[in-house]
């Protein structure tokens, strides 16, 4: 069976520091891989998205970048975080002919 | 682009009561349509779906139908129970692999 992991699932980083989050997919082969984060409501926004190895669309400008160094994983960072960077971040993956998007279980960000 | 609405923003209802939350797109080649339960600090996780060749589907207690005509779709909870209290996400797509475009969710509060 596929899963998804995510982490770390809390993370609290001073403003200018680095980030690093990441997403294993395991179970399945050449998922597309999708990086949303939730602010403060509940909206889901999409951030970036990728249907292949080093493929990477953004939905968004802003001060994340993310990469897909291998098939299943995806990796969003920032060189330095903002305060408005704080939010939960889920990375989810899907693949045509399956049921959805599968979630991770979210990491909780916040910047002090 | 697809646009997702859903109402309402908020829902409580007594526990037995029955919760309808309703969802409406504006592509007309989507033809996907999944429910999300996100329950506190963690992912969404998928409910229910339904694919656009289908008026209705169910599951215990957990029902979605969809009119193609009108471009909207709902999810009807029956007999709702604490445990039921989550926020929902609508979605759709073109095709199940393809980028789902969320609605903005709805808070539901089941009160005992």
């Known amino acids: 069976s596929q899963t998804i992991h995510q982490w770390p699932a809390t993370l609290v980083q001073p403003v200018g520091s680095p980030l690093s989050l990441e997403c294993t997919v395991e179970?399945?082969?050449?998922?597309?891989l999708y990086w949303y984060r939730q602010a403060a409501g509940r909206g889901l926004q999409l951030l970036f998205y990728?249907?292949?190895?080093?493929?990477i669309s953004s939905e968004v400008p802003q001060n994340l970048s993310a990469s897909r160094p291998q098939d299943r994983q995806f990796i969003l960072s920032s060189k330095k975080l903002l305060l408005s960077d704080s939010g939960f971040y889920l990375c989810?993956?899907?693949?045509?002919?399956?049921?959805?998007?599968?979630f991770g279980s979210g990491t909780r960000l916040t910047v002090v | 682009g697809e646009n997702v609405e859903q109402h309402p923003s908020t829902l409580s209802v007594q526990e037995g009561d029955s919760a309808v939350i309703k969802c409406t797109y504006s592509?007309?080649?989507?033809?996907?349509f999944p429910w999300y339960k996100q329950e506190l600090g963690k992912g969404p996780q998928l409910i229910i779906d339904?694919?656009?060749?289908?008026g209705e589907k169910k599951d215990q207690r957990i029902a979605v139908t969809l009119n193609k005509t009108a471009k909207h779709f709902s999810l009807h909870i029956t007999e709702t129970q604490p445990e039921d209290s989550a926020v929902y996400f609508c979605a759709a797509s073109i095709n199940t692999g393809n980028q789902f475009y969320f609605g903005t969710g709805t808070s539901l509060t089941v009160i005992p």
């Open positions: 179970g399945t082969s050449n998922p597309n």
């Open positions: 592509d007309s080649a989507s033809n996907y």
């Open positions: 989810a993956w899907s693949r045509t002919g399956d049921r959805g998007y599968t």
């Open positions: 339904i694919r656009s060749n289908v």
């Open positions: 990728s249907v292949g190895i080093g493929q």
